[in-house]
């Protein structure tokens, strides 16, 4: 891979703990084809494994953070976005690996398509080579609907795993918020980008594999039955709450979040009786419900400045939404989730 103070596109990599996982992220990386002049950094979260010194010793062309302290995968992603030279940057996982013709796809097809905006691969499992999505629509409450339509380019959202997307573009929308700290910053970001008019698209080739949930726990299914963990559950609910009344256009996004609330609170009361531990709500709807109360006054200011940049109707924006729960149609497949 020629190497130049130009690259067509920077390849981020957030990792922590990830030892096991780089090797084949990385050289799947280094061996693309056909993509022109990459450049390749890793911001390592304060990892107590082996990573920095395995990234010294056999990855010296890969321009190296090394945090002090662990800042999440929000801020992360930030601080490589922000010394990355490429026109283009691809915010990649640390448990996905990417075909060789990836990134030449990826550039392709955005110098292809008119306008700007956020592309992504096709999504395999790891394990079983499995097509998982091609991007994800949203429901109602802005939970991630996979896509396996090879019809259907135009998506709601792509998962941070695999984000390919102008440099200008990414400083434009600001990056991450780093309020989020962890799961949801894609969806947010995908949906500030449709409000503003850039599209959110799939590549019509190439994919990725990608471990799910390697890199953060759960969000997975494992024997027909849902993963997750208690972290993760308690950020997802709380940052699709907020993602929903920032981007949701028209007064809508009000009685949607009301309905949203009272949905959590009943799934909340459900699952801690079902399972019949206090610690479903204390550590997952508790908290989410109330961490949106106290920041009520925080997300309207931002829900004003969101707004102002909206260039679609509420119609072109619920295009990319189906309208059944996804929640429901998995606890009918797979029951209910296992939370660790």
Same mark, same amino acid.
């Given at each position: 891979?020629?190497?130049?103070?130009?690259?067509?596109?920077?390849? !981020?990599?957030?990792?922590?703990?990830?030892?096991? /996982?780089?090797?084949? !992220? /990385?050289?799947?990386?280094?061996?693309?084809?056909?993509?022109?002049?990459?450049?390749?950094?890793? +911001?390592?979260?304060?990892?107590?494994?082996?990573?920095?010194?395995?990234?010294?010793?056999?990855?010296?062309?890969?321009?190296?953070?090394?945090?002090?302290?662990?800042?999440?995968?929000?801020?992360?992603?930030?601080?490589?976005?922000?010394?990355?030279?490429?026109?283009?940057?691809?915010? /990649?996982?640390?448990? =996905?690996?990417?075909?060789?013709?990836?990134?030449?796809?990826?550039?392709?097809?955005?110098? %292809?398509?008119?306008?700007?905006?956020?592309?992504?691969?096709?999504?395999?499992? +790891?394990?079983?080579?499995? /097509?998982?999505?091609?991007? !994800?629509?949203?429901?109602?409450?802005?939970?991630?609907?996979?896509?396996?339509?090879?019809?259907? &380019?135009?998506?709601?959202?792509?998962?941070?795993?695999?984000?390919?997307?102008?440099?200008?573009?990414?400083?434009?929308?600001?990056?991450?918020?780093?309020?989020?700290?962890?799961?949801?910053?894609?969806?947010?970001?995908? !949906?500030?980008?449709?409000?503003?008019?850039?599209?959110?698209?799939?590549?019509?080739?190439?994919?990725?594999? +990608?471990?799910?949930?390697?890199?953060?726990?759960?969000?997975?299914?494992?024997?027909?039955?849902?993963?997750? %963990?208690?972290?993760?559950?308690?950020?997802?609910?709380?940052?699709?709450?907020?993602?929903?009344?920032?981007?949701?256009?028209?007064?809508?996004?009000?009685?949607?979040?009301?309905?949203?609330?009272?949905?959590?609170?009943?799934?909340?009361?459900?699952? %801690?009786?079902?399972?019949?531990?206090?610690?479903?709500?204390?550590?997952?709807?508790?908290? &989410?419900? =109330?961490?949106?109360?106290?920041?009520?006054?925080?997300?309207?200011?931002?829900?004003?400045?969101?707004?102002?940049?909206?260039?679609?109707?509420?119609?072109?924006?619920?295009?990319?939404?189906?309208?059944?729960?996804?929640?429901?149609?998995? =606890?009918?497949?797979?029951?209910?989730?296992?939370?660790?």
């Amino acid at each position: 891979m020629n190497r130049t103070d130009e690259p067509i596109c920077s390849v !981020c990599v957030a990792n922590y703990n990830g030892e096991a /996982l780089l090797e084949e !992220c /990385l050289d799947s990386i280094l061996a693309q084809q056909g993509a022109g002049n990459i450049e390749i950094i890793v +911001h390592d979260d304060a990892s107590t494994d082996g990573s920095i010194v395995l990234l010294q010793r056999k990855y010296p062309q890969v321009r190296l953070l090394a945090s002090s302290s662990n800042v999440g995968f929000c801020i992360s992603n930030n601080r490589m976005a922000e010394i990355a030279r490429g026109r283009y940057v691809l915010l /990649l996982n640390n448990d =996905a690996a990417l075909f060789p013709d990836a990134i030449a796809t990826l550039v392709d097809t955005a110098q %292809t398509l008119p306008g700007s905006g956020i592309l992504t691969l096709a999504q395999y499992d +790891h394990a079983t080579s499995a /097509l998982v999505d091609r991007g !994800c629509l949203l429901d109602p409450f802005y939970n991630p609907v996979p896509n396996t339509m090879p019809s259907r &380019a135009d998506t709601g959202m792509v998962i941070g795993a695999c984000m390919f997307l102008p440099r200008d573009l990414w400083n434009w929308m600001g990056g991450f918020p780093d309020w989020i700290e962890s799961i949801g910053e894609d969806l947010y970001l995908c !949906c500030l980008a449709r409000l503003s008019g850039h599209y959110v698209r799939v590549a019509d080739r190439s994919g990725y594999r +990608h471990r799910q949930g390697a890199s953060f726990g759960g969000n997975r299914v494992t024997d027909n039955k849902l993963q997750t %963990t208690y972290r993760r559950r308690r950020l997802s609910e709380r940052n699709k709450l907020a993602v929903m009344l920032l981007c949701t256009p028209s007064p809508l996004a009000w009685l949607l979040w009301l309905i949203a609330i009272l949905s959590l609170l009943a799934e909340g009361v459900m699952l %801690t009786a079902l399972r019949t531990s206090p610690r479903v709500w204390s550590e997952i709807y508790g908290p &989410a419900i =109330a961490a949106t109360f106290k920041s009520l006054a925080g997300l309207r200011a931002r829900r004003t400045k969101v707004q102002a940049i909206r260039t679609i109707s509420l119609r072109a924006y619920l295009r990319a939404f189906v309208p059944w729960p996804q929640k429901l149609r998995l =606890a009918a497949k797979h029951g209910l989730p296992t939370i660790r």
